[in-house]
């Protein structure tokens, strides 16, 4: 299968490149290469931007398959540019249903859900308060109706794609860094569930979705509370200190999520757990490969 995939050098980019390369398909990568100037996987690359709709057009003549990965992603980074992560996660992706006719895989964010009781499954109201929530949810509304098959997906960690970001404003990732670095962690609030989801499970994920059901899908590996992350964390990396700070003023998620859905529509299930994912990431720090951890490319 021919597959363009937008946003193809990012983190969950790099692996989903790899991914469905191992596996065959004929890859082409367009992204607009924000977050770094040279792009080292073997496979055809375009570089552009998703709002150029005469290249967008361009690249996707001849493809049987999109992975619209491009996107602002997270609170913070579309808050700070707001009518950026409007154009690039929600007009692209309406132009996109309206001049693409092959399957789309759209990973979408479970920020939609914002906060609620119980165990989410797709049927839950989404009522996201952030602007990188809200932008993700007009576009899940834009592809109602398509060839698509959308993702909302829990909280990535782990290392992904050889030549690709790590990045440490993820919350496995950023925890287990600081407390090999730091020897200390600081937790706020810390009763409120997160949803956490390797990195490579999102990739195969992805690589499921372009032949299965058309439909929306949590996906989630684990639910966790961020003191029992922290716990997990200061286990794996003795002599961790863990602070307690009041919860997040500007950050009231707290919800927990169910991926049953996905698992048996599609023939996909979770391998790597949060634990591998500490692992994997105390052993990147300790490398001493991420000296200059306060580098732009480490975090949106």
């Not at 690039?88 to 914002?114: E, K, M, Q």
């Not at 909280?155 to 992904?160: A, K, N, R, S, W």
């Not at 949803?195 to 639910?223: M, Q, S």
């Amino acid at each position: 299968m021919k597959v363009l995939i937008t946003g193809g050098a990012g983190y969950l980019g790099s692996a989903t490149v790899e991914v469905l390369r191992d596996a065959g398909h004929d890859v082409t990568v367009y992204d607009s290469l924000r977050w770094t100037d040279l792009y080292l996987e073997d496979v055809r690359f375009i570089r552009g931007d998703v709002r150029d709709r005469g290249m967008l057009s361009s690249a996707l003549a001849d493809q049987d398959a999109v992975v619209w990965l491009a996107a602002l992603v997270g609170d913070a980074a579309c808050e700070r540019n707001c009518e950026e992560a409007w154009q690039v996660n929600s007009d692209a992706v309406l132009w996109l249903s309206d001049n693409f006719y092959g399957r789309i895989v759209f990973p979408s964010t479970c920020s939609v859900y914002w906060r609620a009781e119980g165990l989410l499954d797709e049927s839950a109201k989404c009522h996201a308060e952030s602007v990188y929530g809200r932008t993700k949810m007009v576009a899940e509304h834009s592809l109602d109706g398509e060839d698509a098959v959308v993702f909302r997906l829990g909280t990535l960690f782990g290392i992904g794609g050889k030549h690709g970001r790590f990045r440490m404003d993820l919350v496995v990732n950023g925890m287990t860094v600081k407390a090999v670095m730091d020897r200390q962690i600081t937790v706020h609030g810390g009763a409120q569930w997160r949803h956490h989801l390797h990195v490579l499970d999102a990739a195969t994920a992805i690589k499921a979705g372009l032949v299965g059901r058309p439909g929306t899908y949590n996906l989630v590996g684990e639910n966790m509370t961020i003191s029992d992350l922290a716990s997990a964390v200061a286990k794996a990396v003795p002599g961790t200190e863990i602070l307690l700070g009041p919860p997040p003023e500007n950050d009231p998620r707290d919800y927990q999520v169910s991926g049953e859905k996905a698992v048996k529509a599609l023939h996909w299930a979770p391998e790597q757990t949060v634990l591998y994912g500490i692992d994997e990431v105390r052993e990147l720090a300790a490398s001493g490969r991420l000296a200059d951890r306060e580098s732009r490319r480490l975090t949106n």
